[in-house]
């Protein structure tokens, strides 16, 4: 069992509701200056991740809930394509 270090680091709410990152967890998650984060709301909790976080989050829930994310893209697209062909059916009647 991998075993996860927490890092806790206190940080004041500025102007604006600005915060400022402690440089020792920027460092420890490879985060840059400009780069864009997602912050949610959790539960009460505030999450704050990079893109790569996010879609890695995304896809374990995925996963969780699938299996695998094989066939994802195939079945969107012909989820869509099926929304299209009914718009296409309707606009015609009308």
């Not at 999450?47 to 699938?66: C, N, P, T, V, Y």
């Not at 195939?74 to 869509?80: C, M």
């Amino acid at each position: 069992m991998v075993e996860r270090q927490i890092m806790t680091e206190t940080v004041v709410l500025g102007e604006s509701g600005r915060i400022v990152l402690p440089a020792a967890i920027r460092k420890e998650l490879g985060l840059k200056t400009g780069d864009r984060l997602t912050v949610t709301n959790d539960g009460g909790v505030i999450r704050i991740l990079s893109r790569k976080m996010a879609l890695e989050s995304i896809q374990a829930d995925i996963i969780k809930h699938r299996g695998s994310l094989n066939g994802l893209l195939d079945e969107f697209l012909a989820e869509r394509r099926q929304e299209a062909a009914r718009e296409f059916e309707e606009s015609v009647r009308e």
